[in-house]
């Protein structure tokens, strides 16, 4: 009989504030130590938490964009543990009252798509950082994460497999980054993904689940899946029992581990933290923050599909940000809508090839979306052909201009006197008697031989077309 | 009510304070009090009230999100009992 593997995620974004999110201190990434930690993120007495409205109104513009409740009344509530690097003693957290309620999103998985649940969301303080390097027998503390703002993200456990939760996981990263809430960096930390994990016969309740946490990489998700579901299938297998814990997963050796030292402590004692108030969140806030949040990538989708004819897969690939999606909008504008499809492969094509090459992001993308749309138009017009525009496309990136610039200077117009592609159709079959005698004796796989020579003859810039009809008309002779 | 012995040392474990164990009767017979007040207070029939989250009837203020905090890391670290190349030193929490 089947096991069925049951995943529930819990994500920490981290909120792409300036400043704290109870503290007017810094949060920018890399500073020196400790330099970016105030009093209030030192937890010294006397000194009082002040909630950042951007926190709060980035936590509603999830909640909206997942289509969950945002309740009027928001709590926040003390988390109690000790730990070095969190100097309070507690973590600033949200309990029974989060910013975000239910919600849900959709993920496809080999072309199937599900809705997943999103359980809650609850904004609160990331603490600092441990550094465990021998300071003589001691730990060193950097508090400058600490106050930093989360949002945490924690989905019902409806995934069933290690793809479906890195489509999750994935399709969670897309969105915070795209309504500007979180920049996605997973090396800095900037999203983070627990994984609870569990077994069941399909149809029974629930297994025992244990969490593996902290892991900042989508690779790693699915490998620490991998490991944890056949640790749980043999030790049930051979009649053993799943304790519930916190598991760590190890890269370097692909094995999840046992962190029973902090087992015991887990009994946070929540409770609402005196420091700070209820917050009410109106309806204009509400509106404020939904007028401010951009298309969807989902509603964007589904409209480059019907508006624009693209497939699925185009249409996820100019979704996947927003900076994508703008830049081929702007491409239509100057292409036109009938050339979305054209625009789209040249995006995925020569465009996403450069910028992979040296590492760009669109943004910086050095030939703009109007430079490469006006590009597109010269294929559809016939000045170039296809295999001319990656030269000029290449010119381009070089910073030698706009498409027309490049054509004119390296005088790649496309030949379309039909008197000269001819003078040169018949230099080639001249020069290629004995091969014409192969074509004329059967071989038509000979035809593609008398293309190419024609176009290399020509730099390329005979039109393809009209050269495939003169070969034709000529050997058909 | 009273609370078992074994419940007093965990609490004051979880609240990281050191209970000598000549003291562990008291401290619990003290704590049983105010679980006593509280069971109490459980008797009132709060039927259709909504839980008090502070006893301010306020709304919390926000904050614009801007850095007003400079590096004051030399004058918070001077009466800091240890540090090194600008880090906080505790002692080694894990082995």
């Given amino acids: 009989m089947q096991w069925e593997t049951v995943i529930g995620l819990e994500i920490h974004a981290q909120l792409a504030t300036k400043s704290k999110i109870f503290s007017a201190a810094s949060t920018a990434y890399g500073a020196e130590p400790n330099s970016q930690a105030c009093l209030v993120d030192l937890a010294m007495p006397g000194v009082l938490p002040v909630l950042n409205k951007r926190a709060l109104e980035m936590g509603i513009a999830f909640g909206l964009a997942i289509n969950a409740e945002v309740p009027k009344k928001s709590v926040f509530a003390r988390k109690n543990y000790f730990y070095p690097d969190s100097p309070k003693g507690y973590q600033i957290s949200q309990f029974d009252l989060p910013v975000v309620g239910k919600g849900q999103i959709e993920i496809e998985v080999n072309g199937e798509k599900k809705i997943i649940g999103v359980t809650r969301a609850h904004l609160e303080e990331d603490a600092g950082k441990s550094l465990h390097e021998d300071f003589h027998g001691m730990t060193g503390i950097d508090l400058n994460r600490s106050g930093t703002p989360l949002l945490e993200i924690v989905s019902e456990p409806d995934m069933r497999s290690a793809a479906e939760a890195i489509a999750y996981a994935k399709a969670i990263h897309e969105l915070v980054q795209f309504i500007g809430i979180c920049d996605g960096n997973l090396q800095e930390g900037s999203f983070r993904m627990d994984v609870n994990v569990s077994i069941r016969r399909p149809g029974e309740p629930y297994g025992t689940r244990t969490e593996l946490k902290n892991i900042n990489s989508f690779k790693f998700v699915e490998k620490a899946i991998a490991y944890e579901v056949d640790r749980h299938i043999d030790v049930i297998e051979s009649g053993g029992t799943i304790v519930q814990e916190t598991r760590l997963y190890d890269a370097d050796k692909d094995e999840t581990r046992s962190m029973r030292a902090k087992e015991e402590a887990n009994d946070y004692r929540y409770f609402p933290d005196p420091d700070l108030l209820p917050v009410m969140i109106s309806d204009e806030d509400i509106e404020a923050v939904r007028q401010r949040l951009p298309e969807l990538p989902a509603v964007l989708r589904a409209r480059f599909v019907a508006d624009y004819g693209l497939s699925d897969y185009d249409a996820n690939l100019l979704t996947s940000s927003k900076a994508m999606a703008q830049y081929f909008e702007t491409m239509l504008q100057t292409a036109g809508d009938a050339q979305a499809k054209l625009c789209a492969n040249w995006m995925s094509g020569e465009l996403a090839k450069s910028l992979n090459r040296d590492e760009l992001a669109i943004e910086a993308s050095p030939i703009s979306a109007t430079d490469l749309a006006g590009l597109v138009v010269r294929i559809v017009d016939n000045t170039i052909s296809g295999k001319i525009a990656k030269q000029v496309f290449e010119a381009m990136w070089q910073g030698e201009g706009s498409a027309d610039q490049v054509i004119e200077a390296k005088g790649l117009k496309q030949i379309t006197d039909s008197g000269a592609i001819e003078q040169i159709v018949d230099e080639v079959l001249a020069a290629n008697s004995q091969q014409v005698e192969a074509y004329k004796g059967g071989q038509e796989k000979m035809f593609g031989f008398f293309v190419g020579q024609v176009m290399k003859l020509s730099k390329g810039q005979a039109n393809p077309a009209q050269v495939n009809a003169l070969l034709k008309q000529k050997l058909g002779q | ?95």
């Fill in chain 2, 1 to 95: 009510m009273s609370l078992a012995l074994a419940e007093v040392k965990k609490i004051a474990h979880l609240a990281a304070i050191a209970v000598e164990p000549e003291e562990l009767d008291a401290v619990g017979a003290k704590l049983s009090n105010i679980l006593d007040l509280f069971a109490q207070l459980s008797q009132a029939d709060t039927e259709g009230v909504e839980p008090m989250a502070h006893p301010l009837d306020q709304t919390q203020r926000l904050r614009e999100d801007l850095v007003a905090e400079v590096d004051q890391r030399d004058k918070f670290q001077a009466i800091a009992p240890a540090t090194e190349n600008g880090l906080y030193l505790v002692p080694k929490v894990i082995e």
